[in-house]
Each structure stands twice: as structure tokens, then as C-alpha cells.
């Protein structure tokens, strides 16, 4: 059996690899000059550092395998994530915990966020007892039921916005955070759930040492030690089913092969199976850019937010949405006493605006003299497709034979569900 696999993203690369184990040959295409997609390699001030996605999600062990199957060696992150909020004390340290929410009455986060008399509200969460809310399907009024609207005000929200782009009250509890509410029945409590999920000072995410394009260089030599063909600036222009299997064009001519994957972006998938009939809802991207700073200055060696803020309301000093202390997070970044930080905005910024956001992110009076390198990179976020949505997707796809899609857009984004699907679309 042939395949190919168009898009050298980290869904066709590990599609790939999944065919070639399988016994297929395989040819993968990637439109770009390079491999990843949205995991991506920026060199900045003599270092490599992520540009785009820098770590995965553990809560499932599919990609911390993945990284052993390959020989990569992986680390949690070092440094506390912290919230920034525009009224005084303007920062405290995130939950270590689900979602934004703790895991105890004595974790920090409560402290600096709430106030004696809404920590008193959340401590009733221990003796209302389990059922309490756990009919409650969205995170929001679950977390409000029972620990107050505080929490999921500066604790919760910060979190879910920062990271999902989404508010709690719009969140499914059972999707974002599975075993939670069965969890919450059998422990008697919220935050009991929460600590039983998340073992207390274990980390959500990780990273392989040195960065997550790390893992893309060893999937493509991987795929290249098993006999794969790897194409890069190459994009598939049409894919055409005919009696014997499929022709798929690009601009160095046709290749023919039994079955196609298609592990693109939602735009240009419905490039190509529109053609084939295929039609479907696409689900919408954000504009995410990311400024990069190489620095350096005295005041960052402490690393004053640790690992770094996500900015949990907007604050009219500030632009950038979340600030990223790299070199602190993950310390094979920081070299020579240069210091790295990403900042996220929503719409270009200048180096003046970075380095003005940074500055009040860290506390801290940076300036150009400071910046070794600087870069932002410009992204488009995806969204998974409602269920709805996907179902009219398979239904079209179930027509046509040796023809599958996998990718952010339809598994869900992020690397572990990106991963899963990429080996479940091969299986
Ligand atoms: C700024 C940013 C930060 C993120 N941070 C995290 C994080 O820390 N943790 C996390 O879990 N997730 C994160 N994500 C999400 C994660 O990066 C994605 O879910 C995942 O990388 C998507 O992989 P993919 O292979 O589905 O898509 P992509 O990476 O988009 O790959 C698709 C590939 O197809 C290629 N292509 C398109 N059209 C054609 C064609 N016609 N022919 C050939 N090739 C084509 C593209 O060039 C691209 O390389 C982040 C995303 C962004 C943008």
C-alpha cells in the first residue's frame, strides 16, 4: 500500500510515521520551506527557542511516549505561573491545580487573590458535601456553586481565557477537565476532586529538553530512518480519486497512491475536498502573535514572575495578553546572562510596546539598550470543530474510500489531541 500525506505539520508527521510502521510507503508534502507548522523553531539571540507551541498537556501519557519512543528526554517546567489583575496587589501565584482551580484552602493563589471573607466562602466548599452542583455541566456555575464567584473571577477565568481563549461559563466541565464531577461525588468535595486529579506540585505540561520543535526534528528523522520521503515547499494543489486510487498535484508534477491523509489546516482542507464534493462548516481561527525578546538586565536574573502572567483583566496600561519568562520556564533557553520572554498579543506590537508591557509585567524599567534580539511571529490559532460540524464532515468522508483527515481542526487543538487523533486516523 502507498500513501500520502499532505502537510508536515505534527499531525502528518506522526500520521506519517504511524503509516511507515505500519508497512506503507509513504510520501508527506509540506507547502513551507520547513517542517512543524505551528510548532516551530525561531532562532533569537544566538539561542533556539519556540516560536509557537512550546509544550504539551500530561494529563494523558500519548506524547510524553511518543518523546520516549523517539529518545527525546523531557522536563516539566521550572518557575510558578503567576496572574496579573489591574487593581493592587496586581499579582499572585496561579492555582496548582485544574483549570485555575485549587486543589486546597492552603494553596498560595488564595492568598493573594481573595479576601478573608471569600476564602471563608470557598472553605464551605470542604462541608456542603459531594452532589452538591455536580449536576452542573459547565465549569463556570460549578466552580461559583461552590467556591464562590471570586474564584472563578481572579482564579479560574485568567486561566481558562488565557489558555482556551474561552470563559468558564461557556466551558463543558466533563470535556475540559474529564473525571472531575465523578471525582468531586467520590472525594465529597471540589478541591479534593481536583487534588485527586492533579497529584499537588505535579505540572500540567512538559516539554522535551531544549524545545518542542525538538520533537518535529525527531519525528522527520525518524520517518526518513524508516524508509519515508519527506517533501518540503511542496503544496498539494488537488488530490482526484479515479478508478485504480489517487492522483495528487503539485507543481513538480502528478504521484499516484492508494490513500491520502490530509493533515492541513481547516482552510486549505477545504481547498482541496471541495472539489471532491466534500463540504463543511469551517471552524473559525484567532490571529495570535507572539513577540519574542532576547534580554539583557540584572532585574531578570531573580525571575520576578517566575515562569510568567497571564493577565486576568484587561488593564488599560497594558496590550500584550499574557507575558512568557522562557529562560525561567525552561532553563536551557537562558545563555550568557541573556534572558528569553514571549509575550502574546492579539495584534502586532512594536519593540516600544513589548518592551513597555514587559516592563510592567515584570516590574521592571526595561529599555532598548537591554534587547539582544527581538522578533514576533505571526500565527493564526485554530479551533476544533463542534461535534455537529465534524459529524457532517465524516458523514461526506465516509463516501469517499482512501481519503482521511486529521489535524487540529478536527481532533481538537493542542499537541496531545493532536497526536492521538494523527495515530487513531491510522489505526
Ligand atoms: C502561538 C501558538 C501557541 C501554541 N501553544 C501550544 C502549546 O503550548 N501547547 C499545545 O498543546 N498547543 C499549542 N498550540 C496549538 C498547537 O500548536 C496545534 O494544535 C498543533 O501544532 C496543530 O498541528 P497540525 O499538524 O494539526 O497543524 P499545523 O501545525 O497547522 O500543520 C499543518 C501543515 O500543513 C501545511 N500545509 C497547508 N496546506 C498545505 C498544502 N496544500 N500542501 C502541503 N502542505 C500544506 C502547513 O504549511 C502546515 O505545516 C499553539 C498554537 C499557536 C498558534
Redesign the pocket.
Known amino acids: 500500500m502507498s500513501a500520502v500525506v ?7 508527521l506522526v500520521a506519517a510515521r504511524e503509516l511507515l510502521q505500519a508497512g506503507e510507503s509513504v510520501d508527506l ?4 520551506d520547513f ?5 516551530a523553531r525561531q532562532p533569537l539571540g544566538g539561542t533556539l527557542v519556540d516560536g ?6 500530561v494529563r494523558t501519557s500519548i506524547v510524553a511516549d511518543l518523546c520516549a519512543e523517539l529518545g527525546l528526554e523531557v522536563a516539566e517546567p521550572q518557575g510558578q505561573p503567576h496572574i496579573w489583575w489591574p487593581e493592587a496587589p496586581h499579582v499572585w501565584p496561579m492555582a496548582n491545580g485544574v483549570l485555575g482551580i485549587p486543589g486546597s484552602l492552603d494553596d498560595p493563589s488564595l492568598l493573594g487573590a481573595l479576601t478573608p471573607e471569600e476564602r471563608a466562602e470557598a472553605g464551605r466548599d470542604a462541608i456542603m458535601g459531594g452532589d452538591v452542583a455536580a449536576d452542573e455541566t459547565r465549569l463556570g456555575p460549578l466552580v461559583e456553586a461552590r467556591l464562590g464567584r471570586a474564584v472563578v473571577e481572579r482564579l479560574v477565568e485568567p486561566v481558562t481565557r488565557g489558555v482556551y481563549g474561552r470563559s468558564p461559563y461557556d466551558m463543558d466541565v466533563d470535556r475540559s477537565a474529564p473525571g472531575l464531577r465523578d471525582a468531586m461525588r467520590e472525594h465529597g468535595s471540589l478541591m479534593a476532586a481536583v487534588s485527586a486529579i492533579r497529584q499537588p506540585g505535579k505540572a500540567a ?1 512538559a516539554q522535551p529538553v531544549g524545545g ?1 520543535f525538538r520533537l518535529i526534528d525527531a519525528l522527520a528523522a525518524d520517518i526518513q530512518r524508516l524508509g519515508g520521503r519527506i517533501h518540503t515547499g ?4 488537488q488530490v482526484q480519486r479515479d478508478g485504480y486510487g489517487w492522483e495528487i498535484r503539485t507543481r513538480s508534477g502528478p504521484l499516484r497512491a492508494d490513500r491520502v491523509l490530509l ?3 481547516a482552510r ?1 482542507a477545504e ?2 475536498l471541495t472539489p471532491l464534493g466534500i463540504s463543511f462548516e469551517m471552524p473559525p481561527t484567532h490571529p ?1 502573535f ?1 513577540a519574542l525578546l532576547s534580554l539583557r538586565h540584572p532585574g531578570l536574573a531573580s525571575g520576578p514572575v517566575g515562569s510568567g502572567v497571564i493577565v486576568g483583566r484587561r488593564d488599560p496600561r497594558l496590550v500584550a495578553r499574557a507575558l512568557t519568562h522562557y529562560s525561567v520556564k525552561w532553563p536551557w533557553a537562558g545563555h550568557d546572562g541573556r534572558h528569553v520572554v514571549r509575550l502574546a498579543y492579539a495584534a502586532s506590537p512594536t519593540l516600544t510596546q513589548a518592551l513597555a508591557d514587559a516592563s510592567l509585567l515584570l516590574g521592571i524599567e526595561l529599555a532598548e539598550r537591554d534587547v539582544v534580539d527581538f522578533a514576533v511571529l505571526d ?4 479551533t476544533a470543530m463542534p461535534p455537529e460540524d465534524l459529524a457532517v464532515l465524516t458523514e461526506g468522508l465516509a463516501h469517499v474510500d482512501g481519503l482521511a483527515v ?4 478536527v ?1 481538537g ?6 497526536v492521538k487523533a494523527a495515530q487513531d486516523v491510522v489505526a
Open positions: 499532505v502537510g508536515g505539520g505534527l499531525a502528518g508534502y509540506e507547502a513551507d517542517l512543524g507548522g505551528l510548532v509557537g507551541a512550546e509544550a504539551f498537556a505540561v518542542l511542496l503544496d498539494v494543489r493533515a492541513v489546516g486549505a481547498r482541496l495570535s507572539q500565527w493564526e490559532m485554530p486529521t489535524g487540529a481542526w481532533a487543538n493542542g499537541i496531545a489531541a493532536v
